[in-house]
C-alpha cells in the first residue's frame, strides 16, 4: 500500500500536513450538532461534562476496581505495571476480558458519536483501563497515537477516535491529559531507529516515535500558545482524534485519575502491514481478529451483570 504518512525513516524529525479529513460525518450522520462537529474539526477534540450520571459512574468504579483486584496478580504482558514497582499502569484488552466492558464498548452513547465524527461503522481497535494513583504516577510524554499505529501497527489513514471515560474527577493538579488544539492538521515524522518489540518498552515509558522539542513547540506556536487540559467530573467523556499530539505529566497529588479506554476505527480503516519492517504489535494492541461492526445498543450501567 502507498505510504502516506511515512515516519522514522530518517534520522532527522520533519513535519507535513495532514492529507485526511478530520471529521467524515455531518449533523443528519448523529448526536452532535453543527457547532459540536465544528469544534471538533477545528481543535481535534470534545469534551463532554458528565456524559455519564452519577450512579453509572459508581458503577463504573466497582467495575474498575473488581478489575484492577482480579490482575494485580496477573503476569500477562496486557498487564503494564509502572517502572520500578508492582503498581498497575494499565490493563488492555477489557472490552473482551469482562462482559460489563464488552458491553460499554457498544453503548450507543459512544458509538454514535464516533460513528458520526467517522463517517462509518466503527471497531474497537484497542482497549485499556489507565490508573494513574496519587503521589507516583508517571507521566504519558507528548505523543501522535497516529504515528505509533501507523508505523507499528498498520493503521493506513487517520480516521480514528479514542474515547476516555473519566472516573475520577480530573484537576489541573493530579495529571489530567492535555492536548495541542490544532496539532492533528500536523503529522510529526520522528526518527528512525526503532528496536523490535518496542512495545515491551513504550508502553512504561515511550522514548520512539515520539516528537522532538523543535517540532512540539512549533505545533504549540501554531495554536497560539494554547495547550488544553481535559479536566472535568467523573463521567465526563472526552472524545479526540487519533493524530492530535498529546500528553499528561504525572501525578503527585493525592488524588488518582482513572479512565477506561477506547479506539475506534472505521471498519474500512482496518489494519495492515506496519509501515516499517517492524513485526507487528500483539493483538491486545492492535486488534486484527473477527473484526466487525459494532452495532449501538443501549445499556443500563447500573445492572450488575456478574456477581462476584
Known sequence: MTDFYPSRVSSLPSIMERKDPVVYGSKADGPLNNKELDFYKQNGYIFFEKLFADDEVEMLRKELHQTMNNHKSVDKPYVVREQGSDEIRSIFEVHKNTEFFQKLSSHERLVNITQQLLGDDVYINQSRINFKPGFKGKEFY???????????????????????????????????????????????????GTPDSHFEQSLKKQEFGTPDQKSLKWLVDQSEGRIDRATGPAGSVLFFESNIMHGSSGNISPYPRSNVFFVFNSIQNKLKQPFSDLNPRPEFLANRENIKPIQPKPFDLTKKLVQF
Not at 144 to 171: K, Q
Open 142 to 192: 507528548w505523543h501522535s497515537d497516529f504515528e505509533t499505529w501507523h508505523v507499528e501497527d498498520g493503521m493506513p489513514r487517520m480516521r480514528a477516535v479514542s474515547c476516555s471515560i473519566i472516573l475520577t474527577d480530573n484537576y489541573e493538579y493530579n495529571g489530567p491529559l492535555m492536548l495541542i488544539p490544532g496539532s492533528q492538521n500536523y503529522y510529526v515524522q520522528c526518527p528512525s
